[in-house]
């Protein structure tokens, strides 16, 4: 079945610091791949996707690559700041309205 | 301004009650989810429904039940069965090949 292993957390970085956040999967076919994000206290906002091999996905200065030969979707950001202190989720998809397989998160704690 | 709506934000409940949360979207989705989040368990999806009056169990259904009478509410009742109801809730809805949109959850505590 599928399965989604994101890097365990709580991930510490100081502002301006560069991010990555490892995740790998495993999947049947070619799934898409998603990156969420959680504030606290809030539900999950869709921060960027992939749809197939060798797309990235970006937004809001965060960025992650499908690579299908590693099997990985690592989100990368250049220079974090305080306000993206948050849990991230890595989570794949097969087509149609299959359910969506969810990594455990990660935290992010960035400080001035 | 499109969206999710889940109410109330917090609910508290005595042992043994049934409690109903409420999921409304305006974002004229087909499909909709409910998941049950746990701190450091990720995101459990408890039923989804891609279509009005029809359901199906995800990976932890039992202890809870669900209905869509309309494409735009797919509320979620937590039954006494339930042995740990305490928990966040998240609603979500989506389009075909696009991901969920989610609401901004409710958190249920049971004592």
């Known amino acids: 079945g599928n399965s989604v292993t994101q890097m365990e957390g709580p991930v510490t970085l100081s502002e301006e610091a560069f991010l990555t956040i490892n995740c790998t999967y495993t999947a049947t076919g070619y799934p898409s791949l998603f990156w969420y994000v959680q504030y606290p206290g809030e539900g999950l906002q869709l921060l960027l996707k992939a749809t197939k091999a060798d797309d990235k996905g970006s937004n809001k200065g965060f960025e992650a690559t499908y690579r299908k030969e590693t099997t990985s979707f690592h989100l990368e950001k250049g220079s974090v700041q305080v306000s993206d202190s948050a849990v991230y989720f890595c989570?794949?998809?097969?087509?149609?309205?299959?359910?969506?397989?969810f990594g455990k998160g990660t935290m992010l704690l960035v400080s001035p | 301004d499109g969206g999710i709506t889940q109410s109330p934000k917090y609910l508290f409940r005595k042992e043994g009650q049934n409690v109903t949360l409420s999921c409304e979207q305006n974002l004229n989705h087909d499909a909709m989810y409910w998941y049950r989040q746990d701190p450091g368990q990720g995101l459990r999806l408890i039923y989804y429904?891609?279509?009005?009056?029809?359901?199906q169990k995800g990976d932890i259904a039992e202890g809870y039940s669900v209905s869509r009478e309309k494409k735009e509410s797919f509320p979620l009742t937590v039954t006494s069965a339930q042995k740990n109801p305490t928990a966040f809730y998240l609603c979500a809805s989506s389009m075909e090949g696009t991901g969920r949109y989610f609401g901004p959850g409710t958190r249920l505590t049971v004592t």
């Open positions: 989570a794949l998809s097969n087509s149609g309205y299959s359910t969506l397989t």
């Open positions: 429904s891609q279509i009005v009056n029809d359901f």
